[in-house]
T-cell receptor
Framework: GQQVMQIPQYQHVQEGEDFTTYCNSSTTLSNIQWYKQRPGGHPVFLIQLVKSGEVKKQKRLTFQFGEAKKNSSLHITATQTTDVGTYFCAGLTNAGKSTFGDGTTLTVKP | NAGVTQTPKFQVLKTGQSMTLQCAQDMNHEYMSWYRQDPGMGLRLIHYSVGAGITDQGEVPNGYNVSRSTTEDFPLRLLSAAPSQTSVYFC???????????FGSGTRLTVV
């Protein structure tokens, strides 16, 4: 079945440093979604990428979708303590059945 | 407030007991799903539904049943609880399943 791998599993950074998490799918995706889950909270939808090579930005967050639509990345510039949490990617091949990666947990030292 | 409502927020069960986790959404979303999240792991799909009257299994369906009699409600039933079902359960909904999912706040279930 479809597999979505996410690396790294954990990332510890000093406040102000950059952070990147990578997502790789075993199959071609129709779209990819990114979510953020704060400690003790529930996943919150951040963004969706659909087109090959697509790049989207939300303030300090930059999301990319690979040309082959099998990989994606989330980059945070100049991390802040409010960025703490687990970031998940979710790959969609068939509507209604997303496969989530295991997430990257980000901790930020002030 | 519009969104996905899950009840209860916390539950402790004894091995062998049965119970139903409730999920309701008021956004008229056709797609609804149940996930479980274990410590340090991602979200694993239990069951999902593409509309009222239609359900299908996800990757970890054993020990769980679902039904979808209305667009709004998608309850998850644990038939005979086992300690391996101790987890956090999230319900989520999406417009047509193609767009971002809205998650409920979760049910933290402990089976002793």
């Amino acid at each position: 079945g479809q597999q979505v791998m996410q690396i790294p599993q954990y990332q510890h950074v000093q406040e102000g440093e950059d952070f990147t998490t990578y997502c790789n799918s075993s199959t071609t995706l129709s779209n990819i979604q990114w979510y953020k889950q704060r400690p003790g909270g529930h996943p919150v939808f951040l963004i969706q990428l659909v087109k090959s090579g697509e790049v989207k930005k939300q303030k300090r967050l930059t999301f990319q979708f690979g040309e082959a639509k099998k990989n994606s990345s989330l980059h945070i510039t100049a991390t802040q303590t409010t960025d703490v949490g687990t970031y998940f990617c979710a790959g969609l091949t068939n509507a209604g059945k997303s496969t989530f990666g295991d997430g990257t947990t980000l901790t930020v030292k002030p | 407030n519009a969104g996905v409502t899950q009840t209860p927020k916390f539950q402790v069960l004894k091995t062998g007991q049965s119970m139903t986790l409730q999920c309701a959404q008021d956004m008229n979303h056709e797609y609804m799903s149940w996930y479980r999240q274990d410590p340090g792991m991602g979200l694993r799909l239990i069951h999902y539904s593409v509309g009222a009257g239609i359900t299908d299994q996800g990757e970890v369906p054993n020990g769980y049943n679902v039904s979808r009699s209305t667009t709004e409600d998608f309850p998850l039933r644990l038939l005979s609880a086992a300690p391996s079902q101790t987890s956090v359960y999230f319900c989520a909904s999406s417009y047509e399943g193609y767009y971002g999912y809205t998650f409920g706040s979760g049910t933290r279930l402990t089976v002793v």
